[in-house]
T-cell receptor, first 114, second 115 residues
C-alpha cells in the first residue's frame, strides 16, 4: 500500500538558517508525483513544490527545493534562509494513479525563531 | 479568479442533524475531492469525482454522501451528523493526470463541530 511518512512532528529553526523537513514514501508504482503543501495558522493549504518520479533534476521554487532520492524513497523539503512567515504546518503528499488521489503524511510543524 | 470556494466556512450541528457542504471551482478542473483533516492524522480522502455525474469512495467514506451534478460543483452531505464528524473539511480540484500542472487547488476549508 502507498504511504507517506513524516517523522518530525515539530521542528525549530533560527531565522535566516536553512531547514530540512523529512518525507519518505512507499509505492510500487513506477509513475508518481510528490508534493509539499504549507498550512499556516490561518488554515489554508498552499502548494509549494512538485517532483515527478521521472524528473531527472530536483525541483526548486524560489527558497524551496525538493531533495529527491528515488532509491531511498525520500523527498525532503529544504527551505533556505528561513523567514518568520515560514512558521506553519508542512505536509508531504503523493498522488495515486489515474484518479490523482493524494495521500498525505501527518505533517511537520515548523517554528521559525527570531 | 476565485479558484475553489467552499461554503459555509464554519458550522455547528447537533447530533443527528443533516447538512450539505458546497464546493465550487471556476478553473474547469475535471477532478474534485473532499478531504477531512483531524489533528495528528493529516488529510484523509472522503470521496472524489473524476467527472460530472461520477463519484467514488475514498479512504473514510462512511457517514457521507456526495454528488456532482455539474462539473464546477461538488457537494458533500452528512445525513445524520455524529460527534466523530467534527473536523475541518477541505475541498480540492485538479486537472486530470497527463497535464503537467495537475496539482490540487484547495478551498479555504469548513470547520464543522458536531455537539
Amino acid at each position: 500500500a502507498q504511504k507517506i511518512t513524516q517523522t518530525q512532528p515539530g521542528m525549530f529553526v533560527q531565522e535566516k538558517e536553512a531547514v530540512t523537513l523529512d518525507c519518505t514514501y512507499d509505492t510500487s508504482d513506477p509513475s508518481y508525483g510528490l508534493f509539499w503543501y504549507k498550512q499556516p495558522s490561518s488554515g489554508e493549504m498552499i502548494f509549494l513544490i512538485y517532483q515527478g518520479s521521472y524528473d531527472q533534476q530536483n525541483a526548486t521554487e524560489g527558497r524551496y527545493s525538493l531533495n529527491f532520492q528515488k532509491a531511498r524513497k525520500s523527498a525532503n523539503l529544504v527551505i533556505s534562509a528561513s523567514q518568520l512567515g515560514d512558521s506553519a504546518m508542512y505536509f508531504c503528499a503523493m498522488n495515486r494513479g489515474a484518479t490523482n488521489k493524494l495521500i498525505f503524511g501527518t505533517g511537520t510543524l515548523l517554528a521559525v525563531q527570531p | 479568479n476565485a479558484g475553489v470556494t467552499q461554503t459555509p466556512k464554519f458550522r455547528v450541528l447537533k447530533t443527528g442533524q443533516s447538512m450539505t457542504l458546497l464546493c465550487a471551482q471556476d478553473m474547469n478542473h475535471e477532478y474534485m475531492y473532499w478531504y477531512r483533516q483531524d489533528p495528528g492524522m493529516g488529510l484523509r480522502l472522503i470521496h472524489y469525482s473524476v467527472g460530472e455525474g461520477t463519484t467514488a469512495k475514498g479512504e473514510v467514506p462512511d457517514g457521507y454522501n456526495v454528488s456532482r451534478l455539474k462539473k464546477q460543483n461538488f457537494l458533500l452531505g452528512l445525513e445524520s451528523a455524529a460527534p466523530s464528524q467534527t473536523s475541518v473539511y477541505f475541498c480540492a480540484s485538479s486537472y486530470a493526470p497527463g497535464r503537467r500542472n495537475y496539482g490540487y487547488t484547495f478551498g479555504s476549508g469548513t470547520r464543522l463541530t458536531v455537539v
